[in-house]
């Protein structure tokens, strides 16, 4: 979540009526994420989350998105519901951006997560992944192999800026993945962005999942990888194996992971560390300045690439072989 387009009170009122979400009391911009303009707004009726898509945001991916939140939550998942307009429809316009209201959740991100939430996330993740099934509308994942090249055309000039050989480095690592990809494993609709701020707890009970606006059909081991990188590594950059294990736990007693699956983590972990570093670096070289946006270190996702490739045995993450 995040702050690029700014909106004007009249404005927001008039979108409003549009919707039978009560009169505005207040509004407020959130500032974290990367992607969207998200605001809090507190209404007569309940508080809601206002989102703008911005640029990045292909207006033809927000029916997926969307559509992806109804059925998940149809099927016992928590997670944030669009409002329908008073025509039915469930985006509109607004400061010349499409928007959607989104129901508040209840609970909040954990800064300290613990091996007991690790758990609970990899649970939720399995079930994420049960309950997409049968989910009729398909999106490609853009930040896969090929997206990846076309995302580190943009920044590769100036990545030495950022760490001195890095040029080298990514292109090495860009020319093993293509080569080692894993092909013919479980797929179907995955989170694929699945970091603790999209996750809110109730004291230690995980209360729901937000910001499905990564969301689309891939590898599903691919998306266990993306939670290993996002919640089982210290700030020191060391990889914690008791959250690892509690991850992969978790996520097992839901929806086994298959032999195949085990096998290739080590190769989607070291993706999923390269796809985050790339939208990092590239944010962080281009994000303009006054934007009320937090850039993140993309150095911290090169940190965990660099420990994947170290990894000899799917072992090595927690797993019980």
């Known amino acids: 979540m995040a702050v690029y387009t700014d909106i004007a009170e009249d404005d927001l009122k008039w979108f409003l009526t549009e919707y039978d979400a009560g009169s505005l009391l207040s509004y407020k911009g959130i500032a974290e994420g990367v992607e969207n303009s998200n605001f809090l707004l507190h209404t007569s009726k309940e508080p809601l989350i206002l989102t703008l898509y911005e640029k990045r945001v292909e207006k033809s991916d927000l029916p997926f998105f969307l559509g992806l939140m ?24 607004l400061s010349g951006r499409p928007a959607a209201l989104i129901s508040f959740l209840e609970g909040m991100w954990l800064r ?27 999106r490609p994942n853009a930040l896969s192999l090929d997206g990846w090249r ?24 860009l020319d093993f993945l293509a080569a080692a990809w894993p092909k013919g494993l479980p797929a ?18 995980l209360s729901g999942l ?24 210290e700030k020191d950059g060391a990889y914690n194996i008791t959250k690892g294990t509690a991850m992969l736990e978790g996520y ?32 962080w070289l281009t ?20 420990f994947h490739r170290q990894v000899v045995s799917p072992a090595e993450y927690g797993l019980s072989l």
């Open 287 to 306: 994000t303009p300045e006054g934007a009320m946006v937090t850039k993140k270190d993309p150095l911290e996702y090169l940190r965990k690439l660099r």
């Open 252 to 283: 097992q007693s839901v929806r086994p992971l298959s032999s195949e699956e085990i096998a290739a983590l080590p190769v989607l972990s070291r993706g999923s560390a390269l796809r985050f570093f790339l939208t990092r670096l590239y944010d």
């Open 210 to 233: 937000i910001d499905f606006y990564f969301a689309c059909n891939d590898l599903l081991a691919y998306d266990v990888s993306i939670c290993l990188n996002a919640w089982c590594f």
């Open 70 to 93: 109804q059925h998940l939550a149809a099927r016992g998942l928590s997670c944030p519901l669009p409002l329908p307009r008073r025509d039915g429809a469930l985006l509109g316009s």
């Open 150 to 173: 076309t995302l580190w055309e943009k920044s590769e000039a100036r990545a030495d800026e950022v760490e001195p050989g890095l040029q080298d480095e990514i292109r090495s690592e």
């Open 188 to 205: 179907g609709v995955i989170h694929a962005d699945l970091f603790p701020d999209n996750v809110f707890f109730l004291g230690d009970q």
């Open 112 to 138: 300290k997560p613990e091996a007991k939430h690790c758990r609970e996330v990899g649970r939720a993740l399995a079930q994420m992944h049960v309950a997409g099934a049968g989910f009729e509308l398909k």
